[in-house]
């Protein structure tokens, strides 16, 4: 596995998992129809409690279907969130150079903006709240690398988290999100 460093850059749709050749062999509406089957269950599910059975059932699709055109279910996740973050980013997620801290504010802004008003975002939210911990990273290849690094990482992912959790409070966490960037970009300078 690479592993990437800040500056490097790598496009999310060169990375998405893809299914097996069966799945991207069915016609553009079967496939579309399975996706929207995969939404609807890990929308209302975690991936702890989705079924295959559900999933199947709103596809309509055969059980061995699903698992000719998956490995399994985190499989069928992974698959589904990646497709879900590639329609959230228009363009190619980069692994930045330090940023400024209104960088990053604007960033996650514009993130939990577009989430809340995508057919994604009951996904995304308990992706954040739940499945996260379930799954090894998804995007194990954009790690960081220095210790300021990962604080960034770490308070941006905890400040979407919460925004998605609370919106009603995005402004409140936007501006301490801002003061704790400010503070930790302030002693790399």
């Not at 097996?20 to 996706?35: G, M, Y």
């Not at 996904?123 to 194990?140: C, G, M, T, W, Y």
């Not at 966490?173 to 503070?183: G, P, S, Y």
């Amino acid at each position: 596995m690479m592993v990437m460093q800040f500056g490097d850059t790598v496009s999310l749709e060169e990375e998405l998992n893809v299914p097996s050749k069966t799945f991207e062999n069915l016609p553009a509406a079967k496939q579309e129809t399975v996706r929207q089957a995969l939404l609807t269950e890990f929308s209302a599910h975690n991936l702890a409690d989705a079924q295959v059975a559900r999933i199947v059932k709103d596809a309509g699709i055969a059980r061995g279907a699903f698992y000719k055109y998956f490995t399994d279910l985190t499989d069928a996740y992974t698959y589904l969130y990646r497709k879900a973050l590639f329609a959230l980013h228009d363009y190619d997620i980069r692994a930045h150079r330090l940023q400024s801290a209104a960088a990053y504010v604007d960033q996650v802004a514009a993130f939990i903006k577009q989430v809340n008003a995508s057919p994604y975002y009951e996904l995304v939210k308990r992706h954040f709240a739940v499945n996260e911990a379930l799954l090894q990273p998804i995007d194990s290849t954009l790690r960081p690398v220095t210790a300021t690094e990962w604080a960034v990482m770490t308070l941006v992912h905890e400040a979407i988290k919460e925004g998605l959790r609370c919106p009603d409070n995005s402004d409140q966490i936007l501006k301490r999100l801002k003061a704790a960037l400010t503070a930790l970009l302030a002693k790399e300078e």
